[in-house]
């Protein structure tokens, strides 16, 4: 096996580890993904999905790094929106002016309003929120990716 392969092979064991790590604190922790939180899962499964396409000739390996990087991006995103350094979604953040609003519009929206909110951090190590430290690792496994594309040329 090449190093360019073992390189690839361990951006691709990086990306699946950290969606079984969400999948775990979801259905084993019981820790409800926001609607960031989704999103940032969806470009490690384009990665994934990159790592089954390394055994045709192809440019995998950099729809790999893309993969990772869109998922790090939406990490930094999400901490911006965790730190109150930027205003998130207004479907999965609190605030905004509530005054023109009548009893039963303001009812309507608390209702409608999910349940998880992406401004609060539900759980954090070392200072660094999920989110933070999705964008820290996927940053990693694109340059994973990356790396492997300079040692196959």
Partial sequence: ???????QLLALAGSAGLLLGA??????GGMAPCALCILQRWPHLVALLAGAGLVWAGPWALLGAL???ASGAIGVYHTGVERDWWEGPASCTSGGDLSGLSGQELLDQIMSAPVVRCDEVPWEMLGLSMASWNAVLSFGLA????VSLRLRG
């Fill in 143 to 146: 340059g994973l990716w990356l």
């Fill in 1 to 7: 096996m090449t190093r360019s392969r073992q390189v």
């Fill in 23 to 28: 999948l775990a604190f979801q259905y084993l």
């Fill in 67 to 69: 993969g990772a990087g």
